[in-house]
């Protein structure tokens, strides 16, 4: 029997793991103590925040490494596992991440357009967490709770719930809400119709959230950021009663810690239409 281990990165509670198809080389003979015929299997850990591939012992047969070379999967049972034999959403892309001057690669699954189902479900869970901390919400607020992907369709690693309650041309407010190791992308707000663009303050009332900010980046950072392009890294922990306010223009993302986060947003007048993020792939509408 294969065993699979993940390390989990310290932002987040606990992991997820999704194993690609298994690859069966050898059987072991019950009771014997031989382990170079144990099958092996390759696991991605898949948790919020990190996409990292664990690879197990891989005693593959030549014959499968020709087979793999040439684009056709073995795979259990013998099903054809290669690129184009599965769904588009389960297809690896290449990604980077890059924070400051260093860039890294790693795999992830394309884009697959979330479904309604799914953004329910995000609502909902805002809806309760908002619940938790004693914030009453009317029927037409819980409906009216936005789930914003930003164009990336990997809710549960970068993504946010939001409830807006009032945006006028002085002033905002706002109710955020963070799934475990949920991450909102790196942008800033510009200058718009005269004025020098949104300042806004974030006070966290519960779970725990890491900001990031211009300036000195952390030495030891505690989270990891989602692929995409990252490029501040000054870190300042949000725990519920601490707040922290950031000035227009400047650069900053953030990412729950691993029970989430409520964060309530308190600002000038919002366009989120008119933010600017780093990653040229993210939309916010």
């Not at 072991?28 to 991605?44: A, F, I, K």
């Not at 309650?165 to 718009?192: I, M, S, W």
């Amino acid at each position: 029997m294969s065993r699979q281990t993940s390390v989990a990165p310290r932002s987040v509670a606990s992991t997820a793991t999704r194993p690609v198809p298994d690859e069966i080389h050898g059987h072991r003979d019950t009771g014997s103590e031989e382990r170079r015929d144990t099958p092996c299997r390759r696991v991605l850990t898949a948790v919020p925040g990190c996409v990292r591939e664990h690879t197990g012992r891989d005693r593959r047969r030549e014959s499968d490494r020709d087979q793999e070379r040439d684009g056709i999967g073995r795979g259990h049972k013998g099903h054809d596992t290669s690129e184009d034999a599965r769904p588009v959403s389960q297809r690896w892309v290449r990604a980077i991440v890059r924070r400051g001057s260093r860039e890294s690669s790693v795999r992830t699954y394309s884009r697959k357009v979330i479904d309604e189902r799914e953004r329910r479900d995000a609502q909902l869970y805002a809806v309760d967490k908002l619940a938790e901390v004693g914030i009453v919400l009317t029927p037409e607020e819980r409906d009216a709770v936005e789930v914003a992907d930003f164009g990336l369709s990997r809710l549960a690693e970068t993504g946010l719930q939001l409830l807006v309650y009032v945006n006028t041309d002085r002033y905002c407010a706002k109710e955020l809400v963070l799934r475990p190791g949920q991450t909102c992308p790196e942008h800033r707000h510009p200058p718009f119709e005269g004025t020098p663009g949104k300042e806004e303050t974030f006070r966290c009332r519960s779970g725990l959230v890491y900001l990031y900010v211009d300036g000195d980046p952390a030495r030891d950072p505690v989270c990891t950021p989602p692929p995409g392009v990252y490029t501040v890294g000054r870190e300042i922990e949000l725990r519920p009663g601490m707040q922290h306010t950031i000035p227009p223009g400047t650069l900053h993302w953030f990412q729950a810690g691993p029970e989430g986060a409520v964060v309530s947003e308190f600002s000038t007048t919002s366009r989120d239409e008119l933010d600017e993020f780093t990653d040229a792939n993210v939309v916010r509408t």
